[in-house]
């Protein structure tokens, strides 16, 4: 019997973790939230994940379970951490990436360098914060946002009121969560793997461009990352997967400000679109090397296979038809480059694939993954 | 609805077109002999391949239809023809590989260079060709053989008595291939992938090294190889694949002699062993490649990614216990070398998995390879 990783959601994620499970040998069971989603090839099972009895059955067949998303809540974490399932990450590390205000309590614990920030409970707080650092910030909803989502730059205490109503609402009550306006340089990601047992394995540094609060493009490592930086974004990202005890993948979205310092952005615990490069650019994927830590098996060498590696997503895909479609062309033109797509319907600004090229000229290599999945586009 | 690839058989090659459909974004299903076979994964259907109707009723949900292995028989490929499937390789091309003396023939048509060869009926006509090869020879079933199965030295007419009686109880009758025993200096391989629309790519030839006459380790490209070497050896593989109207991979098995001819020793119309490098150590697999060629999508850069790539089989797996208990040990201490198991149980001889290994220093690269397998057995 293989060993087997049961993975709690259907998306693109949970997709990339089964062909390194195939090819290592490990099997990956899947809970889809509905039929036809990403990762249906390995589906096992399909149901809400909100639903404890659901998750529990599911996990009953695996060795550990691990996730698509943060978005599974503490009370079914809880239910499987007391039924003896192995989890990881597990429930205390997953609360940090679920809250962004837990989030930077923690990382503050820590002593890790981060942007201004506080917790607000109403305009006049918010106002306040403002004040104090030169009439603008981001506002951020603590839960559920991503891809830009949940969060706004306001210059008023009373931007924000739609969502601070909304807060009133909610019976847990609570705050959101205000961020100084970094001037920023650019953006970061560091990426390290945890195994249970303690083993890290850190990945370089890369660069991620953003466009509408979307990852476009990254590219690995960050292009003129002095030594320094590459040690101090390895440092922050090691600090943090310990610190809060991950298992698995961890991403830290960091943030090089125009001063030369590095401060947290935001946390993923599980694989990342900062890291797909990895897939075709690094000796370990990083949906192998997930796969491997939260199954407590030995981390494989995250070291690069080329220079460069860069990864441009196919955001949206074609108006009409399918992507699939676009194979021809797209395959002819760059047979160097490194076609992935997830199986979803083209939609204005989804996530449906993504191109990786490696090389050792990086405007070679950039200018072929940009036009590769120009191709899959209008 | 993705682009959908129906393969014939759940064994290993089967397995291992899975990882590279699913992150390119094409559908896999698979016609499995059993239940929890190496392909299981993608198994959408279980039945007996040499039934018509159970193919056909497979070949309806897919673009096309390709193989795990050349056996289909040729009333059930034509059936799939008839019926307006698109089947890759063809018929005519799978017959040339199911029957090493209809292969013989066709290479000798096509004028490339081979074993002196001959279909002898009984032991007189075996005998005179040993009187003519120096008195020792090796004789082979066209039918049904691989890992040195069917394959026989002998040195007196006699010694096929067996395989004359058992043709004999054949309602097809037919004959024994019998070939001169090449001195050879090593053994070789060369794959060429070939589209239905005439695109051909030629991945770099292979040294294969076999034990007991089944495939051990793979040195990519061949060491000492010269120029000449390289070319004439892509040349036989592209006049093969194009000569015979190969589409999907195409595996060339070579001796070179120690007067440095080339001489064909067999064919295979599928990924094959000599290529599982490919996975790790070139931009396109092997199996990438196959599925793009029998979907008559463009084919992949065939580069190597590194110098030197090695192969090294696991054979048997340990005597006690499952390949997976391995894991730790193996992966601990060669976090570099990609791990590929096929979900089968170890059984003496069996291939069970692989081991890659790339890097600069063929002496590294081999040794990595060879003690990371080792780790998997006993």
Redesign the interface.
């Known amino acids: 019997?293989?060993?087997r990783v049961g993975v709690v959601g259907g998306g693109q994620l949970a997709?990339?973790m089964?062909?390194?499970a195939?090819?290592?040998?490990?099997?990956v069971r899947v809970l889809a939230e509905e039929d036809g989603m990403s990762a249906s090839?390995?589906a096992t099972a399909v149901g809400d994940y909100r639903d404890a009895d659901t998750v529990l059955a599911f996990a009953k067949g695996v060795d550990v379970v691990t996730f698509d998303h943060e978005h599974v809540p503490q009370e079914v974490l809880s239910a499987l951490v007391d039924a003896g399932v192995a989890v990881r990450p597990g429930p205390d590390a997953l609360r940090i990436a679920q809250d962004k205000l837990v989030m930077r309590t923690r990382l503050t614990e820590l002593g890790m360098p981060q942007p201004d920030w506080a917790a607000v409970h109403d305009s006049a707080e918010l106002q306040e914060f403002l004040d104090a650092h030169g009439g603008r910030a981001v506002v951020k909803t603590p839960r559920g946002g991503y891809d830009g989502k949940g969060v706004r730059v306001v210059s008023a205490g009373t931007e924000a009121e739609d969502w601070f109503a909304t807060l009133a609402e909610d019976a847990r009550g609570g705050a959101l969560l205000v961020e100084e306006l970094v001037d920023f340089r650019r953006e970061l990601a560091q990426q390290v793997a945890r195994r249970p047992s303690g083993q890290v394995r850190a990945y370089p540094v890369v660069e991620t461009v953003q466009r509408g609060g979307v990852c476009a493009e990254v590219i690995a490592p960050a292009p003129h990352a002095s030594e320094r930086l590459l040690e101090v974004a390895e440092r922050i990202g090691v600090a943090i997967a310990e610190g809060l005890g991950v298992t698995g993948m961890l991403a830290v979205e960091l943030f090089e400000t125009t001063d030369e310092r590095l401060l947290v952005n935001e946390l993923a615990m599980r694989p990342h679109n900062s890291g797909h490069w990895s897939?075709d650019g690094a000796?370990?994927s990083q949906f192998e090397q997930h796969v491997?830590a939260v199954l407590d098996?030995?981390?494989?060498?995250p070291?690069p296979?080329?220079t460069w590696a860069v990864m441009v997503n196919i955001l949206g895909g074609p108006a009409e038809g399918?992507?699939?479609e676009r194979?021809?062309a797209a395959?002819?033109a760059y047979?160097?480059a490194?076609?992935?797509?997830?199986?979803k319907a083209p939609r204005p600004g989804r996530k449906v694939?993504h191109v990786n090229t490696v090389g050792d000229d990086l405007d070679d290599v950039a200018y072929e993954a940009r036009a590769a999945a120009s191709h899959f586009l209008d």
Do not use: C
């Open positions: 019997m293989p060993l997709r990339m089964i062909a390194p195939v090819e290592l040998g490990v099997e090839l390995a897939q000796v370990t491997r098996l030995p981390l494989g060498d070291s296979r080329a399918t992507l699939d194979f021809p395959l002819a047979p160097g490194k076609v992935h797509t997830y199986g694939g």
